[in-house]
């Protein structure tokens, strides 16, 4: 019978900026802290981020808004006149553990940084937008409107509206739209791919791959293997930072959205979180492991019976030894 699988929630340090791997090659100081990597056979061992700071996302990616709107990422990251910096974060609504701890941790930030500090407060949909792209390219716009509503609950209820304005989630456009009308019709070289939606997720991976964001499905678990970033961009769409983790300090944020409205490039900060998801029954290797380490705790066992057999038969010969050396004399 197949063991359920245990979800293991990966923080891996990124340090200055450099880019952000699953597995870094520093040794830590002491062994028992090191997180062992995951058997070869898993297959999102090249879940990372590449860090591209300064490069911009490609505004004519098309989707559909959590209303069932079509619109290109451009068209949101200017419905403010480009006045604001965005927050870019990938998710999806049926993801077991990770994107729930990150946009748990984004919510929970989310009143910290409206209240003002030296005058100066930032309010999700007037100082700043958040742009959530769903992974999964089957979910639905409805899907995506409760999955936003699920985290603006989190929220106070004054700052609710303002946040439902500019908090927005997107998914894949419908297969069955025809951009050819649309105004915002792509460039030519693009046309072909783009006449009949998105069915496969190709703009989610062509915006997450500009950004150097790498996610792989799982098909065993039917889910998205995918790391945790806050991926910082300035009016404009253009890459300034990213942030890792599941909880989010309210300076470093708010240093974060100041430099991102200033276009200007930030160090990576925080620890880059993936989903790791380790079966024993999963792979001939990890079997083999098992396999490996109950001959050895038997092997143990029996040395270990062995030796205490031989020490109570050592420990009776010296008590007998006396007694034959009165009966010699």
């Known amino acids: 019978m197949r063991r359920s699988a245990t979800l293991l929630v990966v923080a891996l340090t990124a340090l200055g900026s450099r880019s952000a791997y699953p597995h870094p090659d520093p040794v830590p100081a002491d062994p028992s802290e090191a997180i062992a990597a995951p058997p070869p056979t898993y297959k999102?061992?090249?879940?990372?981020?590449?860090?591209?700071?300064?490069?911009?996302?490609?505004?004519?990616?098309?989707?559909?808004?959590?209303?069932?709107?079509?619109?290109?990422?451009?068209?949101?990251?200017?419905?403010?006149?480009?006045?604001?910096?965005?927050?870019?974060?990938?998710?999806?609504?049926?993801?077991?553990?990770?994107?729930?701890?990150?946009?748990?941790?984004?919510?929970?930030?989310?009143?910290?940084?409206?209240?003002?500090?030296?005058?100066?407060?930032?309010?999700?949909?007037?100082?700043?937008r958040i742009v959530t792209i769903d992974l999964e390219p089957t979910d639905s716009p409805e899907k995506a409107q409760k999955m936003r509503e699920k985290y603006l609950a989190k929220l106070p209820a004054g700052q609710r509206a303002t946040a439902r304005a500019g908090w927005t989630f997107?998914?894949?456009?419908?297969?069955?739209?025809?951009?050819?009308?649309?105004?915002?019709?792509?460039?030519?070289?693009?046309?072909?791919?783009?006449?009949?939606?998105?069915?496969?997720?190709?703009?989610?991976r062509r915006v997450a791959d500009a950004v150097g964001f790498t996610y792989v499905y799982v098909p065993e678990r039917a889910e998205w293997a995918h790391p945790a970033a806050l991926i910082f961009l300035s009016t404009t769409g253009v890459v300034t930072r990213y942030v890792y983790g599941i909880e989010f300090a309210t300076a470093m944020m708010r240093e974060s959205l100041y430099k991102a409205g200033m276009a200007e490039p930030a160090t990576a900060v925080g620890f880059m979180n993936r989903c790791y998801h380790y079966d024993p029954d999963a792979s001939s290797h990890a079997r083999d492991g098992v396999l490996a380490m109950r001959i050895g705790a038997a092997g143990f066992l029996v040395l270990l019976v062995s030796g205490l057999v031989l020490l109570h038969f050592l420990r009776k010969h010296r008590r007998l030894e006396p007694s034959h050396v009165e009966m010699k004399s």
Not at 171 to 176: F, N, Q
């Open 170 to 204: 997107l998914v894949a456009d419908d297969p069955s739209f025809d951009r050819q009308s649309s105004a915002s019709r792509p460039p030519s070289g693009a046309a072909t791919l783009l006449r009949t939606g998105d069915p496969t997720g190709l703009e989610i």
């Open 44 to 128: 999102a061992n090249e879940v990372a981020v590449v860090e591209r700071l300064g490069v911009k996302v490609p505004l004519d990616a098309h989707f559909r808004t959590a209303e069932g709107k079509h619109v290109t990422l451009g068209e949101i990251l200017a419905s403010a006149g480009n006045t604001m910096p965005t927050i870019l974060t990938f998710n999806y609504s049926d993801c077991p553990m990770l994107c729930s701890l990150q946009l748990n941790g984004l919510s929970a930030v989310l009143p910290k940084l409206a209240e003002p500090t030296d005058g100066v407060g930032f309010r999700v949909g007037a100082q700043f």
